[in-house]
């Protein structure tokens, strides 16, 4: 079945650098969505990327997706400690199943 | 308004013995979606719902796992002979449909001693 991998399974940063995820399907994705989850929290939805080669801006946070939609990253500019939490990626097949990627738990020291 | 609600928020229960977790989805949303999270991981699909009938449930792990939507709105996912390995967090979403976000529920968490 569909897999989606992140990398790095961890993070830590300084307060103030940049992180970034960085996700893998092993199959092509319809669209793929960023959802962040807070210590004790749930998923919470981000943004969404349907077109091969988007790329999306929300202030601080910056999403692609691949040319061929089987890959995607989030990156975040000058970390601050709001930005603590798991962030997934989930992709749909050609289907309704939504399968969540593994996760990257990010840490900002302050 | 009231977002997706799931009941109940803690559940202990002895090895061997059957539950219930319900999932109270946003009002018009049609898709309706159960996942698991072990600590550590991301949510694991178990099964989705369209309606009343469930379009995919090629997630869940065995036979022991039931889940139904009646009237197509609140759900119930029925888990017989519990097992110490089915101790997790049972995430219920809902959305729209399409392509719409899902909404996530704050979570069963189920602990099986």
């Known amino acids: 079945g569909q897999q989606v991998m992140q990398i790095p399974q961890y993070q830590h940063v300084q307060e103030g650098e940049d992180f970034t995820t960085y996700c893998n399907s092993s199959t092509t994705l319809s669209n793929i969505q960023w959802y962040k989850q807070r210590p004790g929290g749930h998923p919470v939805f981000l943004i969404q990327?349907?077109?091969?080669?988007e790329v999306k801006k929300q202030k601080r946070l910056t999403f692609q997706f691949g040319e061929a939609k089987k890959n995607s990253s989030l990156h975040i500019t000058a970390t601050q400690t709001t930005d603590v939490g798991t962030y997934f990626c989930?992709?749909?097949?050609?289907?309704?199943?939504?399968?969540f990627g593994t996760g990257t738990k990010l840490q900002v020291i302050p | 308004g009231a977002g997706v609600s799931q009941t109940p928020s803690n559940k202990v229960t002895e090895k061997g013995k059957y539950v219930e977790l319900r999932c109270d989805p946003i009002?018009?949303?049609?898709?309706l979606y159960w996942y698991r999270q072990s600590l550590g991981q991301g949510p694991e699909f178990l099964i989705y719902f369209q309606g009343t009938g469930a379009a995919d449930d090629s997630g869940l792990p065995n036979d022991r796992f039931f889940a139904v939507r009646p009237e197509g709105s609140v759900s119930t996912l029925k888990i017989q002979r519990t097992e110490r390995g089915d101790s997790a967090v049972y995430l219920c979403?809902?959305?729209?449909?399409?392509?719409?976000?899902?909404?996530f529920g704050n979570g069963t968490r189920l602990t099986v001693t």
């Open positions: 979403a809902s959305r729209q449909g399409g392509d719409s976000p899902l909404h």
């Open positions: 990327l349907v077109k091969s080669g």
């Open positions: 989930a992709g749909r097949g050609g289907y309704q199943k939504v399968t």
């Open positions: 009002s018009g949303h049609t898709a």
